[in-house]
């Protein structure tokens, strides 16, 4: 930090377990990465290479180093697992991961219809050499999953071998845990976090309001991600109450009380 303010929340450091930010890298340039780092890889815990753009991005072993270097952890999109797994090329895509170094995998199905013990099989697998994230939830709007299911599948990952669970949006935020409106499904997530331990759990939140959303309800250090490379900062000052949405979030309730802007009558 710069300065000192009090009543700042204590946030977790690095590397850290909980109170991650997971970003979204869909195709940045060597430079737009390096810049990211310099700007805010000290807030950056994980950068996903989203879906399948690793297939044609430049410099991918460099670009896979550099964040490493950071001491960022990077894996490959979801989707591009589903679409090895989808042409019979699992043990490609084993290699790819020991090609490139790459100490982090995501297991999802969001694409393809994967019976969940075969889905359970690759985690178990995967988490003999890598670090996993399996993404629970479809990418199709629609498709409605029950609350017990959500909760279920998610829990049998993560008894498979999962690190974080990751609550499935999208980069648009408007599927899975969220409504087409962009707006949380308030009573899914409750059942959820009823269930499932809040720091196993991954929140895809592109947007702002879902941002603010989880910090209200679970407090700074919740693990929030697809996060744009641009929003790191902002949603750290979210997560700090240094942003109007927030603002009062860690100040003393009666001072809260006092300084809270009065809407004139009319």
Request: aromatic share 8%; glycine share 8%; net charge positive.
């Amino acid at each position: 930090m710069n300065y000192t303010l009090s009543h700042i929340p204590e946030r977790t450091a690095k590397p850290r377990e909980h109170g991650l930010t997971m970003v979204m890298d869909k195709g940045l340039a060597i430079r737009q990465a390096e810049d990211m780092i310099e700007a805010s890889g000290q807030l950056t815990d994980l950068v996903k290479l989203g879906f399948g753009t690793s297939f044609i991005t430049n410099k991918l072993k460099e670009k896979i180093k550099l964040y490493q270097k950071a001491g960022i952890r990077v894996y490959l999109g979801g989707t591009l697992f589903e679409a090895f797994v989808a042409r019979g090329q699992y043990k490609d895509y084993r290699k790819l991961l020991d090609q490139f170094g790459l100490d982090t995998a995501e297991v999802s199905d969001g694409s393809i219809n994967m019976p969940q013990k075969e889905k359970c099989r690759y985690i178990t697998d995967l988490a003999k050499h890598v670090t996993v994230l399996s993404e629970v939830g479809s990418k199709e709007s629609g498709i409605l999953i029950s609350p017990s299911k959500w909760v279920s599948m998610m829990n049998a990952e993560l008894d498979a071998g999962s690190w974080k669970v990751i609550a499935e949006a999208r980069e648009s935020g408007t599927v899975g845990i969220y409504r087409p409106s962009g707006h949380a499904h308030t009573q899914l997530v409750n059942r959820i976090l009823a269930k499932v331990p809040a720091e196993h759990i991954m929140w895809e939140a592109p947007q702002k309001a879902q941002q603010v959303w989880f910090i209200k309800q679970l407090g700074a250090n919740v693990n929030l991600g697809n996060i744009a490379p641009e929003e790191v900062i902002p949603l750290e000052t979210l997560r700090l109450g240094l942003r109007g949405d927030t603002f009062f979030q860690n100040l003393p309730e009666a001072v809260a009380e006092k300084l809270r802007q009065v809407k004139p009558e009319n």
